[in-house]
């Protein structure tokens, strides 16, 4: 019988090295970050949750639990795979989101007067949601493939007619949110291409005039775009208060949306410099405020824990996207370039939008906030954004 022979001193020194290596192959100021926004709104779904469904009051941190290691799980797989390995599935990984949006309109779910997800069983899946990454890798692989034609007006409305099907589709399903994240992935991916600042002037006057359209012109000729829930939902806003709108009728949706900002507004206000706590949150504990655990979980953080809790928060997203900016100046390929960047810009448009809507300075579009907002495609997604970028650490270059 052959015997193995015991691990020699040098052996167990390059063992030694290369765990050390890939230890610091890893962004730990990234994943403290993530880390911490996570388990936080683990903690807050449950606060804001517990007299939602009566003897389960943990029935949403729970569920919220198996979100984040199921991301984490797939996080991690990602940190191993390198990006540049996915350059040649660009067309089969976009043919599957586009697959996977088709599917929703004939098997599709209805939540919240959207068709956009698919029913699993215990876990609906949103294939929307999951196209926001495979779009920020589609777009980078195709603008590196056409590198030396990034100057034409062909390969810009190539790249934008990319996003504009699968933006389409999840617009009429209808998901205005998630479609309007796509936007930023294409900017961002046109701008760290180096397409001239020309064509991002026709674009932003292009989306213009489609915003003039849908909300003013075309509803002024009987031609409405728009159910009239989201034309509230973008328009109230410009009007919070209530008491100024006695006229509506109490089911109108500008009423009803104008509602969900004044409580957000009287949450965040009634938190104070070191918030309420839990217990005393009036506004979350007694259901005044909409969509706690989704769309206004950052009215219950400032209402629980104040601006000082609301504050470090924002913190936390700040280092985020700091070291996010930063790899994406390190990056060791340009395609992983596009890729770090494009996810900066998701991440820092769903945090600007969420936020913004929730004191009410922009309009009320569904954007979830990144890793503290409830859902399982938003939090899956969004970890495994966080994995592709601990995979461009690893290749990073050093200088």
Known sequence: MTTLAPPTPRHRATTRSRLLSALL??????????????????????????????????????RQILFVIAGTILCLVLALVD???????????????????????????????????????????????????????VLSVLAVERMNEIGSARTTLFLSAVVGVPALVVFLQPDLGTALVYIPILFAVLFLAGVPWTHFAVGGAALLSVIVLTLGVLPALGMPV????????????????????????????????????????????????????????????????????????FAVIAEMYGFVGAAGVLVL???????????????????EQ???GAIGAMIMFQLFVNVGMN??????????????????SHTITMLAAVGMLLSIHRRRATF
């Open 25 to 62: 192959g890893i962004d730990w100021i990234l994943v403290f970050a993530v880390a911490a926004l996570s388990m936080f709104g683990v903690h807050v779904i449950g606060a804001a949750t517990a007299n939602e469904i009566s003897g389960n009051p943990s029935f949403f941190s729970d």
């Open 226 to 297: 728009l159910k009239d829930y989201q034309t509230a939902r973008l328009t109230a806003f410009t009007g919070v208060g209530v008491s100024a709108d006695a006229s509506l009728e109490q089911n109108d949706p500008l009423r009803t949306t104008r509602y969900q900002l004044d409580q957000s507004i009287t949450a965040i206000g009634a938190g104070g410099a070191l918030g309420k706590g839990p217990e005393n949150a009036t506004q979350t504990v007694n259901r005044f405020l909409p969509e706690r655990q989704t769309d206004f979980i």
């Open 359 to 376: 004191i009410g300075i922009m309009p009320i579009t569904g954007i979830p906030l990144p890793f503290l907002s409830h859902g399982g």
């Open 83 to 137: 990006v540049t390995a996915l350059t040649g599935y660009a067309w089969v990984m976009l043919g599957g989101l586009l697959g996977s949006l088709v599917v929703v309109f004939v098997l599709g779910t209805t939540v919240n007067g959207a068709r956009a997800w698919i029913d699993l069983g215990p876990f609906n899946l949103q294939p929307s949601e999951m196209g926001k990454l495979v779009l920020v890798v």
């Open 317 to 335: 997203f700040g280092i985020i996207l700091w070291r996010i900016l930063r790899l994406t100046a390190r990056a060791a390929t340009q395609l």
């Open 338 to 340: 596009l890729v770090a």
